[in-house]
Antibody, heavy 120, light 107 residues
Framework: EVQLVESGGGLVKPGGSLRLSCAASGFSFSSYSMNWVRQAPGKGLEWVSSISSSSGSIYYADSVKGRFTISRDNAKKSLSLQMNNLRAEDTALYYC?????????????WGQGTLVTVSS | DIQMTQSPSSLSASVGDRVTISCRASQIIASHLNWYQQKPGKPPKLLIFAASSLQSGVPSRFSASGSGTDFTLTITSLQPEDSATYYCQQSYRAPPPFGQGTKLEIK
């Protein structure tokens, strides 16, 4: 069974940093692209970042480019999102999502999410 | 960047009804269109991929069609558990945005 478990969320002040993690199990982690998708309270889904299976291709939404860094450790089956210079508008539930075999952008499996709150 | 526009933003229907949700892409995306269902407090769930392919385990009352820029999700014989927000999303190229969502309420 595919499982994705996010952690690392919490309350942080504007300008602060936070590192999210996603622990994967139940599939060959090194074979799939991985993604972060967020959802602000009461709002829709916003794709944040993607990383290919070998970390050779990385993409960011314009809203986080230059502030967030996605990375993965295939040996540890772990995905990370380093978030710096956080803003109030980054407040959201952050989901880890696995790409499909046929498309990096098809989000087949999702974690339960970890909540990030940016507030003074 | 490709923009995704869904309509309506919300709708209300009764058990047994047939409902249709539309999604339009700002550029041609062939059949690289996916639909997700999200219930309150839960992560999204993939319903349909590649415009019309039903994800394993999804009830057959869900169907979808379209290609190019215009797509539709249809739910026939609506059930109480179909109350949710539905999102379309393009997977043609980065960035892969979602539509703004359609909230479906069961009367």
């Amino acid at each position: 069974e595919v499982q994705l478990v996010e952690s690392g969320g919490g309350l942080v002040k504007p300008g602060g940093s936070l590192r999210l993690s996603c622990a994967a199990s139940g599939f060959s982690f090194s074979s799939y692209s991985m993604n972060w998708v967020r959802q602000a309270p009461g709002k829709g889904l916003e794709w944040v970042s993607s990383i290919s299976s070998s970390s050779g291709s990385i993409y960011y939404a314009d809203s986080v480019k230059g502030r967030f860094t996605i990375s993965r450790d295939n040996a540890k089956k772990s995905l990370s999102l380093q978030m710096n210079n956080l803003r109030a508008e980054d407040t959201a539930l952050y989901y880890c999502a696995r790409g499909s075999y046929s498309s990096s952008w098809l989000f087949e499996y999702w974690g339960q999410g970890t909540l990030v709150t940016v507030s003074s | 960047d490709i923009q995704m526009t869904q309509s309506p933003s919300s709708l209300s229907a009764s058990v047994g009804d047939r409902v249709t949700i539309s999604c339009r892409a700002s550029q041609i995306i062939a059949s690289h269109l996916n639909w997700y269902q999200q219930k309150p407090g839960k992560p999204p769930k993939l319903l349909i991929f590649a415009a019309s392919s039903l994800q394993s385990g999804v009830p057959s009352r869900f169907s979808a069609s379209g290609s190019g820029t215009d797509f539709t999700l249809t739910i026939t014989s609506l059930q109480p558990e179909d109350s949710a927000t539905y999102y379309c999303q393009q997977s043609y190229r980065a960035p892969p945005p979602f539509g703004q969502g359609t909230k479906l309420e069961i009367k």
